[in-house]
């Protein structure tokens, strides 16, 4: 699928990314980056999502590079299990206690209907990054994707939330990237752990190409993030 002129470049990405990162830098290696809160009810993050899976050698890799960044880090910071690794697509709601099977239902057809023709999804993942709130894998796709969230976003519109409205209520996402550590108390100095993920800047993991996408809830506790799979699509 040809890239639509208004979809971002790899390299228009990749300035996102280096921005994203200066702010991240800084922030570690002033101790002031951004501890997340475990979730309530109501939250507009950590809820019900369309996910790309990350799994085999790539996760492998991944997991590897996870493991160095916890080792580097000073506080017991939130490192993703391989079996969660993913990249969202669209938070569809905000964190529930529960997640309705009826939502489920609902979002598992639109998933359907949005997907219907598209075709495989890919990615090429290159590059460790991060943000005052965490640390990632940089990710950068094809026009698939774009097109992807465009439709989910077009689509909920008239209806909104079912439940608690999420963080992307009124946005489209615009990175590609795989979330690796999750940053938590204590906010101190971690001059190391920038500087692991600085060194690590062009490190390549592979593409993906997705052949099938999830709906997914999470548990997030102060050691892990739990990632429950609801459906599953088929692109």
Known sequence: MAADSHHPTTASMAGLYDRLWADGDAALRSGTHVPDAIPVHGD???????????????????????????EAGQAPHLVYRPEDLHCTIRSLEGFQDEVPQTQVDRYADQL???????????????????????VF??????????TLRERLHADQQPHGPWGVPSVDIGRIRATAHVSVVVFRPPAVDETK????????????FGTVEATSLSL????????????????????
């Open 193 to 204: 752990l920038a500087e692991v993920v600085s060194a690590r800047a062009e490190h390549p």
């Open 112 to 134: 359907r209907r949005v997907t219907a023709g598209l075709g495989p999804l890919r990615v090429a993942y290159r590059g460790l990054g991060g943000a005052p709130g965490g």
């Open 44 to 70: 507009p993050r950590w809820g019900l999502s369309v996910v790309l899976r990350i799994d085999g050698a790539i996760a492998e890799r991944i997991a590897a590079e996870a493991a160095a960044l916890a």
């Open 216 to 235: 997914v809830r999470y548990t997030p506790t102060p050691s892990a993030v739990v990632m429950e799979e609801l459906a599953r699509v088929s692109l």
């Open 137 to 146: 894998v940089r990710g950068f796709p094809d026009a698939t994707l774009w």
